[in-house]
C-alpha cells in the first residue's frame, strides 16, 4: 500500500511540474534573467507551493500519526549553520545555471532529452560525492 501511494503522489507531484513548465529549462532561466526576458510565473507556482504546503501541514500535523507509517519524520534540526548556507547556495547556483532542480529534471527524465539525463546523471554524482565527503568526515572525526 506504501508503494502505490508513493507512486501516486510521485506521479502528481510530476504531472504538476509538467503541467506548471518547471521541467522547462527556459522557464527557470527566464525567471532569474530580471533585466531581459523576465518571466514571472516561477513565482506563482512557488507561492502556490508554499500556500499549499502550509496549509496540508497544518491538517497532517494535527492527526495523531500518518496512515501509512508509524510517525512522522520531521527534521529535529532548527540551526541555520554554515552547512545549510553553503548547500542551498551551491544548489541555487546549479538551478540558475543549469534551468533544472531535481523536482523538475526526474520528471522531465520522460521527455528522453539529453541535457535532463546529462543533468540527473550529475545529480547523482553530486549527491554519491557529498555521501562520501560527509562519511569520510565522520570517520575522520571519530579517528581523532
Known amino acids: 500500500m506504501r508503494?502505490?501511494?508513493?507512486?501516486?503522489?510521485?506521479?502528481v507531484f510530476?504531472?504538476?511540474i509538467m503541467?506548471?513548465?518547471?521541467?522547462?529549462p527556459a522557464k527557470i532561466l527566464n525567471f532569474f534573467d530580471l533585466?531581459?526576458?523576465?518571466?514571472?510565473?516561477?513565482?506563482?507556482?512557488?507561492?502556490?507551493?508554499?500556500i499549499t504546503t502550509f496549509i496540508g501541514y497544518r491538517l497532517v500535523l494535527a492527526r495523531p500519526g500518518p496512515v501509512l507509517a508509524k510517525s512522522f519524520?520531521?527534521?529535529?534540526?532548527?540551526?541555520?549553520?554554515?552547512?545549510?548556507?553553503?548547500?542551498?547556495?551551491?544548489?541555487?547556483?546549479?538551478?540558475?545555471?543549469?534551468?533544472?532542480?531535481?523536482?523538475g529534471a526526474l520528471p522531465a527524465l520522460g521527455t528522453g532529452r539529453i541535457e535532463v539525463v546529462t543533468f540527473v546523471a550529475a545529480l547523482a554524482a553530486g549527491i554519491l560525492?557529498?555521501?562520501?565527503?560527509?562519511?569520510?568526515?565522520?570517520?575522520?572525526?571519530?579517528?581523532?
Open 3 to 11: 508503494l502505490i501511494a508513493t507512486y501516486l503522489i510521485g506521479l
Open 14 to 16: 510530476g504531472i504538476g
Open 19 to 24: 503541467i506548471s513548465g518547471m521541467a522547462n
Open 35 to 50: 533585466a531581459g526576458n523576465w518571466d514571472p510565473s516561477l513565482a506563482f507556482v512557488m507561492g502556490g507551493a508554499l
Open 73 to 103: 519524520q520531521l527534521p529535529t534540526s532548527k540551526t541555520i549553520d554554515a552547512r545549510l548556507v553553503g548547500g542551498s547556495a551551491l544548489f541555487g547556483i546549479g538551478w540558475g545555471i543549469a534551468g533544472f532542480c531535481p523536482g
Open 129 to 144: 560525492l557529498a555521501r562520501y565527503i560527509q562519511s569520510a568526515g565522520a570517520t575522520t572525526a571519530r579517528q581523532s
